[in-house]
């Protein structure tokens, strides 16, 4: 399995930017797609964005052209910049391994809390 680090939320008031990190373990890092979601109070964990071994990209269309997934496969870190943030944004955000079929299949991480508020 994989051990995930999530760093980087806080509180920011709407039209605010935050950049999200997590910090992978393990030696596929480089071969693994990666996906970033997130869990709102009282709603079902939703995938955010999602970035292939080779860098292609796909995103939910709540975020399209605000969020940005980029990965750094030396220091096995995938990051989600988050622009233009909105109080519908508010979550705890993880990121795992992605597998197109949605089974989950490494642990989630503690995840870290985003807050958009003014």
């Known amino acids: 399995q994989v051990q995930l680090v999530e760093s980087g939320g806080g509180l920011v008031q709407p039209g605010g930017s935050l950049r999200l990190s997590c910090a992978a373990s393990?030696?596929?890092?480089?071969?693994?797609?990666m996906g970033w979601y997130r869990q709102a109070p009282g709603k079902q964990r939703e995938l955010v964005a999602t970035?292939?071994?080779?860098?292609?990209?796909n995103y939910a269309d709540s975020v399209k052209g605000r969020f940005t997934i980029s990965r750094d496969n030396a220091k096995k870190t995938v990051y989600l910049q988050m622009n233009s943030l909105k109080p519908e944004d508010t979550a705890v955000y993880h990121c795992?391994?992605?597998?197109?079929?949605?089974?989950?299949?490494?642990?989630w991480g503690q995840g870290t809390q985003v807050t958009v508020s003014s």
């Open positions: 795992n391994i992605y597998v197109s079929s949605g089974r989950v299949v490494n642990p």
């Open positions: 393990g030696s596929n890092f480089r071969l693994t797609a």
């Open positions: 970035i292939s071994p080779s860098g292609s990209t």
